[in-house]
């Protein structure tokens, strides 16, 4: 069977660049590239469809949109239709791979807000989860995810500061509402000392370079 994967990510350079001497490219970044690259190698006939969040930002939730959401179906207008198509389209893009491939930065102990924005979007009652006797129910059955995190500061679990990671546990907490449970986290932590001037980014990335050969084979 032929396989698909999302692969969700940021653009490759991110616009503080010009002022700050940023590596290019970003380590979520390179780290999706890289995992593009073996998981191409490992499914020569395989689909990635990619979806870069940074570069092309859904619209904010609002009233308008939500009343769409909650009208049925069948009783929307011409103008919710048009309203909810480009969360339709992403939505069946989830439904359509059987692998999704998340590449994450830290920001503020959080996913940036571009990302939230996604999955505000793709968070769909009736569509990626339903209401049935026993609760709430995802819909994402069957899925794989690899999520690719990046951060300047170390938040391992069980050091002070993994107190304060809110990636790792709300993207395991929201996927695994919509379904997807079979969930793998490669985090590239301490990203901070790439802004020395004579930092060794070769260096810095080659572990986590080397897992996310391992896990996207
Ligand atoms: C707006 C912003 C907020 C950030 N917040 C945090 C943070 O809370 N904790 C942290 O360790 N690093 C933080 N960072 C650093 C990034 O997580 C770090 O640069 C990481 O490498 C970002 O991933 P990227 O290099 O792939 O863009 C922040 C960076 C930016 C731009």
Redesign the pocket.
């Known amino acids: 069977m032929l396989k698909r994967r999302l692969s969700i990510r940021r653009s490759p350079c991110?616009h503080?660049c010009t002022s700050i001497p940023a590596p290019c490219p970003?380590?979520?970044?390179a780290n999706s590239a890289e995992f593009t690259k073996t998981w191409k190698t490992a499914h020569p006939d395989g689909t990635v469809i990619t979806r870069d969040v940074s570069a092309n930002p859904s619209a904010p939730l609002d009233v308008t949109w939500i009343y769409a959401n909650f009208t049925p179906e069948a009783a929307r207008t011409p103008e919710q239709k048009a309203l909810l198509a480009s969360s339709d389209q992403l939505v069946a893009e989830l439904k359509q791979a059987d692998e999704y491939v998340i590449g994450v930065?830290?920001?503020?102990?959080s996913i940036p807000s571009t990302l939230k924005l996604w999955i505000d979007q793709i968070a769909r009652a009736g569509a990626t989860f339903a209401y049935g006797a026993n609760g709430p129910e995802g819909l994402l059955k069957g899925k794989k995810a690899t999520i690719l995190i990046?951060?300047?500061?170390v938040?391992e679990i069980g050091i002070p500061m993994g107190g304060l990671n809110f990636v790792e546990p709300y993207l395991k907490a929201v996927l695994g509402f919509l379904g997807v449970t079979d969930i793998q986290f490669v985090t590239a932590g301490g990203?901070?000392q790439l802004m020395k001037p004579d930092a060794d980014r070769a260096a810095f990335l080659a572990p986590t370079i080397e897992r996310v050969r391992t896990v996207a084979a």
Do not use: C, E, L, R
């Not at 930065?105 to 102990?109: E, R």
């Open positions: 991110p503080f970003v380590p979520s970044a930065a830290m920001h503020n102990f990046a951060s300047g500061g938040y990203a901070a």
